[in-house]
């Protein structure tokens, strides 16, 4: 069988994974779901959102989602505002800095993946999810909580 095969490429995945991820935090001083929460806020109409709707967006729990937004906050590409009449909501608004920010990184792996996968028929994507659900379920894998990337800090410890 070629099960050795199949682990080295599944090696070169992570490994792929992981050089993306530290370029970067090294080019931009932010995590894999610190850049998808700018870019999601970026796509939002008047640039800002919910933190409910970034947890379900980037697909990590409420802990993760407050702990990725602080950061953000800190760095202040991100700010939060309370909305108009409802003093218990708070919107998290893309800064000029973030949007700054968001106009100098280089295509990500995500970004050149979404692009070649756009290039498959459905009959190929429905393959590939399929294969990519079954080795999921052989690697026991599938409860996990995971952003719509992975990143360096979710294969070594834990996620953001």
Not at 114 to 126: D, F, G, V
Not at 131 to 142: A, H, K, Q, R
């Amino acid at each position: 069988m070629k099960y050795t095969e199949i682990l080295i490429k599944l090696r070169k995945i992570i490994r792929s994974i992981n050089l993306e991820s530290k370029k970067i935090e090294k080019e931009l001083g932010i995590s894999i779901p610190q850049l998808l929460v700018l870019q999601y806020l970026s796509d939002q109409n008047d640039y800002r959102a919910f933190a409910k709707d970034i947890k379900e967006y980037i697909n990590l729990n409420a802990s993760t989602v407050s702990g990725i937004i602080s950061r953000l906050e800190g760095k202040t590409l991100v700010a939060k505002s309370q909305k108009p009449n409802d003093k218990r909501a708070i919107y998290v608004i893309l800064t000029a800095k973030g949007a700054d920010l968001l106009y100098k990184y280089p295509p990500t792996l995500q970004e050149k993946l979404s692009k070649r996968l756009e290039k498959l028929t459905a009959e190929q994507i429905e393959e590939l999810d399929r294969n990519i659900e079954l080795l999921t379920i052989i690697m026991d894998v599938e409860d996990i909580d995971a952003a719509p990337l992975l990143t360096i800090k979710e294969i070594t410890d834990h996620p953001e």
